[in-house]
């Protein structure tokens, strides 16, 4: 066995070595290119939320709005009507 260990080319060794060089040496910018990628995703993530909770606030405000005017209408519809039956009834 040491015959066959002696045999290997050094160019086959010198080939891996660099192989398992460049894995090494590219694992912290992958590391640091997936965090950037999931930050990056959480923080899109938040601004969409973010946004639609503003567009259903306003439709919510938009319909108490509009709820209060037919409120204030219709009361002012019934004011009118009282006003005009007790103008006919003194007549």
Request: hydrophobic share 45%; aromatic share 2%; glycine share 10%.
């Amino acid at each position: 066995m040491a015959d066959a260990a002696a045999s290997v080319n050094g160019q086959i060794t010198d080939s891996v070595t660099q192989v398992n060089t460049k894995v090494v040496g590219e694992t912290p910018a992958m590391a640091m290119g997936n965090l950037l990628m999931s930050t990056s995703h959480a923080l899109s993530t938040s601004a969409h939320n973010a946004t639609a909770a503003q567009q259903q606030g306003q439709i919510t405000m938009h319909a108490a709005t509009i709820q209060g005017f037919n409120s204030l209408m219709s009361v002012g519809g019934a004011i009118a009507g009282r006003t005009a039956e007790s103008i006919i009834e003194k007549g």
